[in-house]
């Protein structure tokens, strides 16, 4: 298992990849676009945390830029119906701690944020995931798939904005650049603000 790997970064591409040159040796890693941000310029030495991921037509090298990101994918990758694919996408939305909140307050709407996840199957990661990802219990946890996020700031800002008649990828975007705290009403106007920004 190739856990983690020291060299030179390379070459970046669009699709979610990175060329890391290690020895003389070009590795390719399937990254998030936060990863491949975070890793820093082409020509930098770096270090990134990775899942060799084995089938039997293929290796597959996935890569993080901590060891926390590496140790939520393959807790994800342990769950049922979740392949890489699926375990990248929920990183590529949420952050480890981002992630860990919305379980944790069982946040259905903050798992429907992430592309091809629909309420049946985030209610059903809801309840697998939080023992995965060594969650401790809290107030607030309803994986109903009819429920709501139970009162976390950042859910109601989800509903207002859904509410207003955005779409789901403007919302996805505006979540994206939200703090993770503060009050309601400034969220909302700091959402609001990204979204108008962007129109």
């Known amino acids: 298992m190739i856990g983690r790997l020291r060299g030179t970064l390379v070459h970046r591409t669009v699709r979610g990849e990175v060329m890391l040159d290690v020895g003389g040796v070009g590795y390719r890693i399937g990254v998030s676009p936060a990863t491949a941000v975070a890793l820093g310029a ?18 597959t090298l996935f890569g993080f ?3 926390d990101g590496r140790d939520c994918f393959e807790s994800l990758l342990g769950a049922h119906g979740v392949g890489p694919g699926l375990a990248m996408a929920i990183l590529s939305t949420h952050a480890p701690d981002e992630l860990r909140r919305i379980l944790l307050e069982g946040d259905l709407d903050g ?3 992430v592309p091809g996840v629909g309420r049946k199957t985030a209610a059903r990661l809801l309840l697998e ?3 995965r990802l060594d969650v401790p219990d809290g107030a607030g946890f309803d994986a109903d798939p009819a429920g ?8 109601d800002v989800r509903a207002a904005l859904t509410a207003l008649g955005y779409q789901p990828e403007e919302v996805r975007r505006a979540m994206g650049e939200l703090p993770t705290e503060g009050d309601l009403n400034t969220l909302v106007r700091t959402a609001l ?3 108008g920004a962007s129109r």
């Open 42 to 59: 082409i020509g930098d030495e770096v270090v990134v945390h990775t899942h060799l991921h084995v089938r039997e037509d293929a290796l």
């Open 65 to 67: 830029a901590t060891a």
């Open 111 to 113: 798992l429907t944020l």
């Open 193 to 195: 603000q990204t979204l």
């Open 129 to 131: 995931l939080k023992s």
């Open 148 to 155: 709501g996020a139970g009162g976390s700031p950042r859910a």
